[in-house]
Nanobody, 121 residues
């Protein structure tokens, strides 16, 4: 069984910073991409940042220059450093990992439980 556990959300004033972390554990054979998504009641879930096994990154235009995604392949963790936060960054943030479990031959998407980030103006 595979689990993704997120931490680090909370309430912060505009201009402040937060760091989200996500740890994958369980019977994991291999991890491919690791991503962060966010969702609000008004919008569909959107990709915020992505990082490949080799460390290549991709960001939504709205967060470029403010957010940084990183991963530790030895620890199966992915983090999102969020700086210069804005009220429009308020959302539930979800960790997403594409991985192959030990018991299955196929890569699949796994999701964290979500963590609330609220940015006050």
């Amino acid at each position: 069984q595979v689990q993704l556990v997120e931490s680090g959300g909370g309430l912060v004033q505009a201009g402040g910073s937060l760091r989200l972390s996500c740890a994958a554990s369980g019977s994991i054979f291999r991890i491919n991409a690791m991503n962060w998504y966010r969702q609000t009641p008004e919008k569909q879930r959107e990709l915020v940042a992505a990082i490949t096994t080799g460390g290549s990154t991709n960001y939504a235009d709205s967060v470029k220059g403010r957010f940084t995604i990183s991963r530790d392949n030895a620890k199966n963790t992915v983090s999102l450093q969020m700086n210069s936060l804005r009220p429009e960054d308020t959302a539930v943030y979800y960790c997403n990992v594409v991985l192959r479990p030990l018991v299955s031959g196929a890569f699949a998407n796994y999701w964290g439980q979500g963590t609330q980030v609220t940015v006050s103006s």
